[in-house]
């Protein structure tokens, strides 16, 4: 039976959703702060301690058995790291892998229950930003340890996976699975390599269409962006934000990015092309439009490699065929 403790230093924390309710943005994006640990081998392993992303000292006694995950992006880490198995909950919105939906729920991303968490009995919560800090601070009044991820960049999501690995007695697995991830993303790079900076095509990314909202600088969707090939020409927007249609029009990307919504492939497409204005871009009118799929490009984790490549292959379909 793993021992329960954790230890609170708290920092300051900018509280924010995610990119999958752009809205909900305006309350900022945090930095993950720099992690530590110190780590016993398996046989020998006592405790682990690791600093979050809140700025709180998160100390698990043991290897944790009974894990929750409050977050879908924690979720698909847990289960890329080959630990699905030791997965006891996760939220309404954890819907990838297809094992995860066999799983109790503990209530929305940004809903969840406290009362469901702990009729878990977990040994170890894994969240997010998203998840509301009362119900954080719940979790670890009942001496439950909470380590709270917050991955903002490319560089993030490796350290964030690693961190869970050493978390979870995982180390080796979150070391394998971030090997694997770069070799794609080399990859694409490699076949890229030779397209000087200015042959690139210039792409915008449509989070929200009324009122706009994109992804600039200081986030994984940006450096995806650019990991594909592609110049982001909301690079001079920081974090994700508001971007004015006129600044749009004057600056006219070759190509348009937009997602998924409720499983329906048209539905953004047709909301660009009824929007006045942004139907007057030279990708609307050419339907230069790539529709991803929204959960590897929303969610920081071991997807976001789908994203990238899914992107080369949509701007150098002559390199990398025609995309799936």
Aim: aromatic letters at 4%.
């Amino acid at each position: 039976m793993v021992k329960r403790r954790s230890t609170a230093v708290p920092l300051m924390l900018a509280f924010a959703s995610m990119a999958l309710c752009p809205t909900a943005l305006l309350s900022g994006c945090g930095r993950q702060p720099s992690q530590t640990a110190r780590v016993q081998p398996p046989d020998e392993r006592v405790a682990v301690m690791l600093t979050d992303a809140q700025g709180v000292v998160v100390t698990v006694e043991g290897r944790p058995e009974r894990i929750v995950s409050a977050a879908p992006t924690v979720t698909e880490i847990l289960f890329a790291l080959g630990v699905g198995e030791r997965v006891v909950a996760v939220t309404d919105h954890c819907n990838y892998p297809p094992e995860a939906s066999a799983l109790d729920r503990i209530g929305g991303w940004w809903t969840p229950s406290t009362e469901r968490v702990l009729a878990a009995q977990p040994d170890l919560v894994i969240s997010s930003r998203g998840n509301p800090p009362d119900f954080i601070n719940a979790v670890r009044s009942a001496d439950i340890p909470v380590f709270t991820t917050d991955p903002q960049t490319l560089d993030d999501i490796f350290a964030a996976i690693r961190h869970i690995g050493v978390l979870i007695g995982e180390s080796e697995a979150g070391e394998e699975l971030v090997t694997q991830m770069k070799a794609r993303l080399e990859a694409v790079a490699a076949q890229i390599e030779d397209v000087p900076a200015q042959a690139r095509p210039t792409v915008f990314m449509v989070l929200q269409v009324v009122p706009l909202w994109t992804a600039g600088a200081g986030t994984f969707q940006d450096d995806a962006m650019r990991a594909a090939g592609g110049r982001n020409i909301a690079a001079d927007v920081e974090g994700f934000g508001a971007h004015g249609i006129e600044s749009l029009l004057a600056k006219d990307p070759d190509l348009l990015l937009l997602s998924t919504m409720d499983d329906d492939p048209e539905r953004m497409k047709r909301e660009v092309r009824a929007t006045s204005g942004l139907r007057h871009l030279s990708a609307v009118k050419s339907g230069r439009m790539i529709v991803l799929e929204a959960d590897p490009i929303m969610r920081p984790g071991p997807r976001t490699v789908e994203a990238v490549e899914a992107m080369a292959a949509a701007f150098y379909p002559e390199r990398f065929g025609t995309p799936h």
